[in-house]
């Protein structure tokens, strides 16, 4: 899509399609001003209840003669309920609807917000239209020449002090929305063409774009430095597992902020075979994928930023190679784990990937997996948040909060500890069954961390997809955490 901001007069906007949002208790000024345009048609309707401004919904008005031919009104609800989110998911509808009616559109920005605010308002708005207008096509050969695309959008201002805010809000959410959809296409791909050697030469590819700085511990590598963790889950499959780390650092960065990914291309349960859900198990390395996508913004950004994404690429099959349950595994701190169940194998890949992370001894080390599915239980899309920290947990869920990409706290004591130890070995990869689930895998994580004290666990299990339709999240991968670990980046 091609994107601008330009500098006019809204009753003369010439466009196919002019967006219009308004709300529920009263007109904004952008439909005052047109409607005296239109001698009260849009008045009209509000009185016939044919559009009342209700949050997400839409109506569209043909005005044939005019410079703008047709009209969406997109409701957002009550005035004083209005947040960033509700722009982004009323634009997210918008760009459903609008790329029905036309191929380009138009949203005027009156000065009533001035100039303060108004760059995170544009920047809002066209997240929303562009995650909205997200489709994954790579596989589809027939029906294409009937779809119909949205090839750009404009961004109406009216006053001179209105176009670099405006402008930087347009090219922040470009960053973020493209980064998300980037995450969100590594997600869809189907494991039979993402494994790991694929994850690999995307990582490689990020790393060309951007110079980041790229280390790949192939098999050989991973064997000399004693992560017996990764190698285990990867022994089922013809692809070796790898570990990929990659490192951006702007000058003058203070704070080393790492993170590690669960990146399993395929989890099919292992020996304990997956009964439920196994064909969404091509998500399983959506905590990967949003650190690519994380790295993608932020390095597009030049944040000042020093941060380190360590990325376990593997892939979780049976074979007569397979690790079994049962099996006492070595990650490369030293500690030895019992497997109790093959399908509780991110936490088994993470704990090399925390392991090593820990000796690059960052100032915040987080980690982002598709850990389990009692997250999914627990939160619905919501990503879970696990840290001994309540600083880092308030940063993380403010960061949430501010992107919409949110986050939410669970419990994380050291009493839980017990659950994880083994009878065998120094702990079991697996908790008190049916229990605190998300919890226990925190736990687990945590005895590879070597400072508990500055590190996070995210959840991602139930937010990584979603089966509804969302105004900005059109159905599956959600691209979970890139929003949330950029923001967070920037304000740690
Ligand atoms: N990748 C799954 C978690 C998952 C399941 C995410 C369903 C999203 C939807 C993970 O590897 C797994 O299977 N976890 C087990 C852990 C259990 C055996 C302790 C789970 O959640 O059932
Ligand atoms: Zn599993
Ligand atoms: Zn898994």
């Not at 029905?100 to 009156?110: G, H, I, M, R, Y």
């Not at 490689?204 to 990764?230: D, T």
């Not at 349950?325 to 088994?348: C, F, H, M, Q």
């Not at 065998?424 to 049916?434: E, R, T």
């Amino acid at each position: 899509m091609v994107n601008t901001v330009l500098i006019g007069k809204l009753e003369q906007a010439t466009t196919p399609l002019l967006v219009l949002f308004t709300y529920e208790d009263q007109d904004s000024a952008e439909c005052k001003r047109i409607d005296k345009l239109l001698n009260g048609q849009l008045a009209a309707l509000r009185k016939a209840k044919e559009f009342e401004g209700k949050a997400l919904t839409v109506e569209t008005v043909r005005t044939e003669d005019r410079a703008f031919k047709k009209l969406l009104l997109v409701g957002l609800g009550k005035k004083k309920d209005v947040t960033l989110e509700t722009l982004r998911r009323a634009a997210g509808t918008a760009a459903k609807t609008g790329r029905e009616l036309a191929s380009e559109l138009t949203v005027p920005f009156l000065s009533a917000g001035k100039a303060k605010g108004l760059d995170v308002a544009v920047q809002a708005v066209a997240e929303g239209l562009l995650m909205g207008d997200y489709r994954f096509l790579k596989y589809k050969t027939q029906g294409l020449d009937e779809l119909k695309t949205l090839k750009g959008f404009t961004v109406l201002v009216e006053e001179k002090g209105q176009v670099k805010p405006a402008q930087q809000g347009l090219k922040r959410a470009e960053v973020i929305a493209g980064a998300v959809n980037y995450a969100r296409d590594l997600i869809t791909t189907p494991a039979g063409d993402m494994g790991p050697a694929v994850l690999e030469a995307e990582a490689r590819k990020l790393a060309k774009k951007h110079s980041l700085k790229l280390a790949v511990f192939q098999k050989e590598e991973l064997q000399k430095r004693g992560m017996g963790a990764i190698l285990a889950v990867g022994k089922g499959s013809p692809v070796t597992p790898r570990m990929i780390v990659l490192e951006y650092k702007a000058a003058g960065a203070k704070k080393h902020v790492a993170f590690c990914g669960k990146g399993v291309c395929f989890d099919s349960g292992g020996y304990n075979i997956k009964l439920h859900m196994m064909e969404q198990m091509k998500d399983d390395m959506g905590g990967a994928a949003a650190l690519l996508g994380m790295l993608d913004a932020l390095a597009t950004l030049k944040a000042k930023a020093h941060v380190t994404v360590v990325i376990g690429a593997v892939e979780n099959l049976v074979s007569g190679d397979a690790y079994k349950p049962g099996d006492v595994v070595k990650a490369s701190n030293g500690k030895t784990i019992e497997v109790l169940n093959t399908d509780a194998e991110g936490r088994v890949v993470l704990a090399d990937c925390l392991s090593y992370a820990s000796t690059l001894k960052p100032d915040t080390l987080i980690d982002i997996a598709t850990l389990t599915g009692a997250a999914m239980i627990a939160l619905g899309t919501v990503t879970g948040v696990l840290t001994p920290n309540d600083k880092l947990a308030a940063a993380v869920i403010a960061a949430g909060e501010e992107t919409g990409d949110r986050a939410w706290r669970l419990p994380l004591w050291d009493d839980h500890k017990e659950d994880v130890k083994s009878d065998l070995a120094d702990v079991k990869n697996i908790g008190y069954p049916m229990r605190a689930g998300v919890t226990a895998g925190a736990v687990f994580l945590q005895e590879f961390v070597e400072q508990p004290g500055k590190w996070a666990h995210l959840d991602i299990g139930g937010a990584v997809f979603d089966d509804r339709e969302r105004p900005y999240l059109p159905k599956g991968a959600t691209g979970a955490g890139v929003r949330l670990l950029t923001r967070l980046v920037e304000r740690l």
